[in-house]
């Protein structure tokens, strides 16, 4: 995803690694409103590392524009007026400086990639024209495990997609890639799906929303 970096620290720990902790806020395709963001990185200023997320990101600083990968998680603050913000919090595995003027900060898809485990049965209501179903993925971040859940869908009118989500069951381990659009209610779209502890010689299954 790109973002604007508006704020920047760094820190030394006592192993010798800095720590870049940084802020700013990205722009989601399907929001007006802006998403605050979180960057922790780690530099070495060793010649050698065995952690390529140490020794090959690119420095940056404040006002800059960049495309940046990483673990994410979702982490939540208030503001004035004590209502809760969700913020995205990612440390870094690569960025990318952007020639992008602050001021024309475009809205960049936020595209995730894992393995996740089926929670609920795709559901099929007659009165919505979707079909969905939620996936629950585990990481290790900030020193402790995290949960996060997603809402997926795809349009009932891609019929031929309608096979495969209704072949999943409770439990069931997908590889999965897609777009996340909502930050309040984290869904995602667009999607490549596998399922890895059914049929391993399956082709992916596109689950689209035009």
């Known amino acids: 995803m790109s973002m604007h970096c508006a704020n920047h620290q760094e820190s030394v720990t006592s192993k010798g690694l800095t720590v870049v ?52 998680r979702f982490i939540e603050d208030t503001d004035n007026d004590e209502r809760e913000l969700p913020i995205l919090k990612i440390g870094l595995h690569s960025v990318v400086h952007l020639a992008i003027s602050p001021s024309n900060l475009l809205a960049f898809p936020f595209l995730i990639n894992m393995t996740a485990v089926v929670t609920n049965l795709p559901r ?7 079909i969905s179903f ?36 409770k439990g069931t381990l997908l590889f999965m890639n897609g777009e996340l659009l909502d930050k309040e209610r984290p ?21 689209s929303i035009p």
Request: glycine letters at 4%; aromatic letters at 6%.
């Open 134 to 169: 939620s996936v629950e993925t585990k990481d290790f971040m900030d020193q402790e495990n995290v949960d996060l859940g997603l809402e997926c869908y795809h349009l009932k009118s891609a019929t031929h997609l309608t096979p495969t989500t209704n072949s999943l069951k």
């Open 124 to 130: 099929n209501d007659p009165d919505h024209d979707d």
């Open 187 to 207: 869904k995602v779209t667009d999607l490549a799906i596998k399922a890895l502890n059914q049929d391993q010689n399956s082709e992916i299954q596109n689950l």
């Open 21 to 72: 902790k940084a802020s700013g806020v990205a722009r989601l395709r399907n929001n007006a409103s802006l998403l605050n963001v979180i960057l922790v990185g780690f530099y070495s200023k060793d010649d050698y590392t065995q952690d390529p997320t140490v020794s090959t990101l690119p420095t940056f600083s404040i006002k800059d524009i960049l495309f940046v990968t990483g673990k994410f």
